[in-house]
């Protein structure tokens, strides 16, 4: 028989990072004045600034990198902290980004607006909330560790020699 220890532990099931309801919370925390600085180079002001949304942390670029040697960005924290497939959460544009080796892709945004639809690269400047549908799918592809198969996602993605 096993032992009441050894049928009590359940794993968590992975989760992504939890983000607040309004955008523009999320945007001043990590983009205003006092906002956090680029994980890989330490810029404070990141020009592409993208939020894993894995481990939370800050990125200058979703793609190639950052800092004067080009080091850095979202290929190389999707290799060294992600398991080489990475979700994030582009701040100039509030879509989703999933990178793996040689390939993006470009999904929904997690943040609409009151009418239920994306404002593209923030070009409307109204108030944009978090839609726990949309999060929640996103979240369910990671944890399945469907973002590299799932059909939408990879009609939508693009190969790396498309960005060079």
Same mark, same amino acid.
């Given at each position: +028989?096993?032992?009441? &220890?050894?049928?009590?532990?359940? #794993? =968590?099931? %992975? $989760? !992504?990072?939890? @983000?607040?309801?309004?955008?523009?919370?999320?945007?001043?925390?990590?983009?205003?004045?006092?906002? +956090?600085?680029?994980? &890989?180079?330490?810029?404070?002001? #990141? =020009?592409h %600034? $993208? !939020?894993?949304? @894995?481990?939370?942390?800050?990125?200058?670029?979703?793609?190639?990198?950052?800092?004067?040697?080009?080091?850095?960005?979202?290929?190389?924290h999707?290799?060294?902290?992600?398991?080489?497939?990475?979700?994030? @959460?582009?701040?100039?544009?509030?879509?989703?980004?999933?990178?793996?080796?040689?390939?993006?892709?470009?999904g929904?945004?997690?943040?609409?607006?009151?009418?239920?639809?994306?404002?593209?690269?923030?070009?409307?400047?109204?108030?944009l909330?978090?839609?726990?549908?949309?999060?929640?799918?996103?979240?369910?592809?990671?944890?399945?560790?469907?973002?590299?198969?799932?059909?939408?996602?990879l009609?939508?993605?693009?190969?790396?020699?498309?960005?060079?």
């Amino acid at each position: +028989a096993l032992s009441p &220890a050894a049928t009590t532990y359940l #794993p =968590q099931l %992975p $989760s !992504l990072r939890p @983000l607040p309801r309004l955008f523009q919370d999320l945007y001043l925390s990590h983009c205003g004045d006092s906002g +956090a600085a680029c994980a &890989a180079c330490g810029a404070a002001r #990141p =020009q592409h %600034p $993208s !939020l894993c949304l @894995l481990t939370g942390r800050l990125l200058c670029s979703w793609w190639r990198g950052c800092g004067q040697e080009g080091q850095g960005g979202g290929l190389l924290h999707a290799a060294e902290a992600c398991g080489s497939t990475c979700l994030l @959460l582009s701040l100039r544009s509030t879509k989703a980004v999933v990178l793996r080796p040689a390939r993006l892709a470009v999904g929904p945004s997690p943040f609409l607006d009151a009418h239920g639809e994306e404002d593209a690269d923030l070009r409307r400047g109204r108030p944009l909330f978090l839609d726990a549908r949309v999060y929640g799918q996103l979240a369910q592809l990671w944890a399945a560790g469907a973002l590299e198969y799932d059909s939408t996602l990879l009609q939508a993605s693009r190969t790396d020699a498309e960005f060079l």
